[in-house]
């Protein structure tokens, strides 16, 4: 893959966050990406409650999803339209204002530099972040490099990531991918075990004091609990290639 074959743009899935998105939105305005709103079946439409956000920006698109299928199942149709208007690579952040949008200069860079890679968000939290969902990323962490037998992915659960879609796309053409928030250590694991590299940088996350949470304490806690059974045995199954490719690549 050659530099300029490579294409970036934004996806973003949402549901409910119109106050915070168009705070995301005129942060990245000056970086002239494109952007795909996935509107994950609003009850007001994202068209009608943000027309005048939009109107001012013609780099920006909306899909609207006719039913709601959560953030995994928006991301995956995010992904499928960049794909098909030429896009070689796609850089997903959250609606909620979460993530710290002036990464995405080291966020492109480094997938310049590492295009066939995965470049994932590795959180750093400031005291706003609630400690439940601190252990439990631990816990979902530790799953994943039981999983891929490795440490290189540091973070599962950051949603601030870019992916190569070619690959991400084969995968979710041949998989139920997780439709909730069991989505993002669904895809990282699947595309490492693909052979796709893990390149990690450090983003500062904020939990602001009104924000809109989609986490569902036990509907998606259940779901990752699933999540992670299922690729356990799919890592026994794979655990011979897993493990050649660590000591392929050990000093």
């Keep these: 893959m050659t ?3 490579i294409q970036h743009c934004i996806v973003i899935p949402v549901y409910r966050h119109f106050g915070p998105l168009a705070v995301v939105l005129d942060q990245l305005d000056r970086y002239g990406l494109r952007c795909y709103l996935v509107d994950d079946c609003n009850e007001t439409p994202l ?5 005048a956000e939009l109107s001012r920006r013609p780099h920006v698109e909306v899909l609207r999803l006719e039913i709601h ?4 199942a ?7 339209l960049a794909h098909r208007h030429g896009f070689s690579h796609a850089i997903f952040i959250d609606a909620d204002d979460q993530h710290e949008v002036a990464d995405i200069p080291r ?7 590492n295009p066939t890679a995965m470049i994932l968000g ?10 439940a969902r601190r252990f439990g990323r631990i816990v979902s962490n530790m799953w994943v490099w039981l999983e891929t037998l490795s440490f290189d992915i540091k973070d599962s659960l950051c949603g601030f990531r870019c992916l190569p879609l070619d690959p991400f796309l084969r995968i979710a053409s041949g998989c139920q991918l997780g ?3 069991d989505f993002d250590p669904d895809i990282a694991v699947r595309l490492f075990w693909e052979g796709v590299p893990a390149v990690n940088f450090e983003t500062h996350i904020r939990y602001p004091p009104q924000g809109i949470s989609s986490f569902d304490f036990l509907h998606d806690n259940v779901a990752l609990f699933r999540l992670h059974s299922k690729l356990f045995f799919g890592m026994v199954v794979r655990s011979p290639l897993l493990l050649l490719r660590h000591w392929s690549h050990a000093p």
């Design 74 to 80: 928006a991301c995956v149709e995010g992904a499928r």
């Design 3 to 5: 530099e300029s074959s």
């Design 122 to 131: 590795n959180p750093m939290f400031d005291p706003s972040a609630p400690m």
């Design 179 to 181: 439709r909730r928030m």
């Design 47 to 51: 068209k009608d409650a943000m027309a």
């Design 69 to 72: 299928g959560g953030k995994g």
């Design 107 to 113: 966020v492109l860079a480094l997938s310049l530099q």
